[in-house]
């Protein structure tokens, strides 16, 4: 073998060693830039896949927020118009009994803690609500329930 056949056999190997190895000093790897470029062709399909999940995710995520507002309003309301009923009642002086006036005391714990959960104000029935308590009072000092 000669030198010149030695020099090549050398640089070959040389030069197929450093498709597969990366030297510290010099940052180039032909094979993982031919791979990184594969890779993000392959790949590119599924980050627009990805932009568009994380959008509709996005969307479904403000509509269940808008969901459960309304839900809690809805909520507020009914309990309101029980209230109400309750109240238009004690004005006809029809008699309830304890566990009545109970539900519409946890009715209203309810409808408060749903006011501060939406940041509203609460004051829709502060005068009704007070006329409720004030029979309520009453009954319990004359024991007087239905």
């Known amino acids: 073998m000669s ?8 640089s070959a190997g040389i030069g197929l060693l450093s498709i597969f190895v990366e030297f510290s000093k010099i940052k180039v790897n032909p094979l993982s830039a031919v791979t990184k470029w594969i890779g993000n062709r392959i790949m590119e399909g599924v980050r627009e896949d990805l932009k ?4 509709e995710q996005e969307r479904i995520l ?3 927020e808008t969901l459960a507002r309304q ?5 507020a309301d009914a309990i309101k118009a029980e209230i109400f009923r309750f109240y238009n009642e004690c004005q006809k002086r029809e008699r309830h009994s ?4 109970n539900h519409i005391i946890q009715q209203n714990k309810k409808y408060e803690k749903l006011m ?3 940041k509203e104000p609460n004051g829709v029935y502060e005068m009704e609500y007070k006329y409720i308590m004030g029979i309520y009072e009453k009954c319990q000092e004359e024991n007087d329930f239905l």
Do not use: C, M, N, P
């Open 3 to 10: 030198i010149g056949e030695i020099i090549a056999s050398l």
């Open 52 to 55: 568009e999940v994380k959008k």
């Open 98 to 101: 304890e566990g009545e006036f």
């Open 71 to 75: 839900r809690a309003i809805d909520a």
């Open 62 to 64: 403000k509509e269940q």
């Open 116 to 118: 501060e959960e939406l």
